[in-house]
């Protein structure tokens, strides 16, 4: 079956950087694009981007751009999310997802979530 | 980017119970409207997409409709384990948006 399995908590300081990590089974890993997706306390979730692990392609929210790196290995099947200069307002759980059709649809399975909290 | 209305934000409902949740685009999205059900600790469950097309596995008891700016999500006959937060999403525009959430309490 279809699974995806994300790293642990993190506790980061401001002005640090988290790399999470996202790693998946049960189908053919560079046929979808894995979407990044968090939800911080009290507040809808927000799309943060996806990849294409078939070329490396990457798509992101413009609030993101030049903070957030995705990236992925073929080779483990597994992807990638840094995001940089961390304030309190990155706190959230953040999520990975395989997409539902192969090329930027939306999620259909989700990851367990993985919480970031910032915090000095 | 295309903003997502939901509504209510919470209800309480028994077993058994008819459930409504709309969802409102700032614009029209077609049917590009996808419904998932989120129960803290666990992993957001995909129940519909395309409106009205209901994800393998889920059961038959939910239901969705609309199209353009206005769309719905139904349980019909609620039972104990949908006790949770639903959310619609919009993919009809490269930037995905989520509603605010409806949460389905006893």
């Known amino acids: 079956q279809v699974q995806l399995v994300q790293s642990g908590a993190e506790v980061k300081q401001p002005g640090a950087s988290v790399r999470l990590s996202c790693r998946t089974s049960g189908f053919t890993f560079i046929n979808y694009v894995v979407h990044w997706v968090r939800q911080a306390p009290g507040q809808r979730p927000q799309w943060l981007g996806w990849i294409n692990p078939a070329n490396g392609n990457t798509r992101s929210s413009e609030k993101f751009q030049g903070r957030l790196r995705l990236t992925s290995d073929t080779s483990a099947d597994t992807a990638y999310m840094e995001l940089s200069s961390l304030t309190s307002e990155d706190t959230a759980v953040y999520y990975c997802?395989?997409?539902?059709?192969?090329?930027?649809?939306?999620?259909?399975?989700w990851g367990q979530g993985t919480p970031v909290i910032v915090s000095s | 980017a295309i903003q997502m209305t939901q509504s209510p934000s919470s209800l309480s409902a028994s077993v058994g119970d008819r459930v409504t949740i709309t969802c409102r685009a700032s614009q029209a999205i077609r049917d590009t409207l996808v419904w998932y059900q989120h129960i803290p600790g666990k992993a957001p469950r995909l129940l519909i997409y395309s409106a009205s097309t209901l994800q393998s596995g889920v059961p038959s008891r939910f239901s969705g409709s609309g199209s353009g700016t206005d769309f719905t999500l139904t349980i019909s006959g609620l039972q104990p384990e949908d006790f949770a937060t639903y959310y619609c999403l919009q993919e009809y525009d490269d930037f995905l948006t989520f509603g605010g959430g409806t949460k389905v309490e006893i």
């Open positions: 997802a395989k997409d539902r059709v192969g090329v930027a649809s939306s999620p259909d399975h």
